[in-house]
């Protein structure tokens, strides 16, 4: 990874209510960049909220990166060279986060507050809702840039513009392209060895060890 890591936005908005197929629907994921410092608490960003609490914020998705190299792929598949930062829902859109390099239990100063990483990201329908193209979750889960969620280590403060530092770079080959991919690529070889690695690391989100044991159960039928 190259580690000139930096903030170039930081994201938030409130919840609120869109019709969609005729049902209203709740969400949080409209970010708005803002050139305010936020603060990080434990379990979400102060001023941000998530309007569905059972999959999205808490302990081990309390914050999410995405990163800003990303977009001029998407500007491209979406047709939208209007696309802005805040628009995959990230909290912080970040240069340089590569997926292939980041890994499980990686620690990550932003501004003051220390980040662990703790699993990719999986897109519900509403990240379609936000990008306006039906197809935005396939598209999303095929390209395996999933973007990081991380939780709090120790809350701070933090800014588009800070630095990222790494503080601590897991030892293992547990990457977070590597987590989703094998799990959402049905032909991906080895991926009993990745699960089962995955499971013993003691910084995978409880949410992802429960996936991977229901589908290492399936496979060993």
């Known amino acids: 990874m190259d580690f000139s890591v930096k903030i170039i936005s930081t994201n938030i908005s409130?919840?609120?209510?869109?019709?969609?197929?005729?049902k209203d629907?709740?969400?949080?994921?409209?970010?708005?960049?803002?050139?305010?410092?936020?603060?990080?608490?434990t379990f979400n960003i102060v001023g941000d909220e998530q309007a569905d609490l059972i999959h999205h914020g808490g302990e081990h998705?309390?914050?999410?990166?995405?990163?800003?190299?990303?977009?001029?792929?998407?500007?491209?598949?979406?047709?939208?060279?209007?696309?802005?930062?805040?628009?995959?829902?990230?909290?912080?859109?970040?240069?340089?986060?590569?997926?292939?390099?980041?890994?499980?239990?990686?620690?990550?100063?932003?501004?003051?507050?220390?980040?662990?990483?703790?699993?990719?990201?999986?897109?519900?329908?509403?990240?379609?809702?936000?990008?306006n193209n039906a197809n935005a979750v396939k598209l999303f889960t095929k390209n395996y840039c999933t973007g990081v969620y991380f939780r709090v280590l120790e809350p701070g403060v933090a800014q588009t513009g800070d630095t990222v530092s790494i503080e601590k770079h897991a030892t293992h080959d547990i990457s977070i392209k590597k987590l989703?991919?094998?799990?959402?690529?049905?032909?991906?070889?080895?991926?009993?060895r990745v699960f089962s690695k995955a499971l013993d690391l003691e910084t995978l989100a409880p949410e992802w060890k429960d996936k991977l044991a229901k589908r290492l159960s399936i496979t060993s039928d």
């Not at 989703?180 to 009993?192: I, K, M, P, T």
């Open 14 to 22: 409130k919840s609120k209510t869109i019709s969609y197929n005729g």
């Open 25 to 41: 629907v709740k969400t949080g994921i409209f970010k708005v960049p803002t050139c305010d410092e936020v603060t990080i608490d």
């Open 61 to 131: 998705k309390a914050v999410y990166a995405f990163s800003s190299n990303h977009y001029d792929y998407w500007k491209g598949i979406l047709a939208n060279k209007n696309l802005s930062y805040g628009a995959f829902g990230e909290n912080f859109s970040v240069s340089n986060l590569s997926e292939e390099d980041v890994k499980i239990g990686d620690q990550f100063r932003f501004g003051s507050t220390l980040l662990e990483v703790s699993q990719p990201r999986v897109p519900c329908f509403k990240l379609g809702i936000a990008l």
């Open 180 to 192: 989703f991919q094998a799990y959402f690529d049905r032909n991906y070889v080895g991926l009993e």
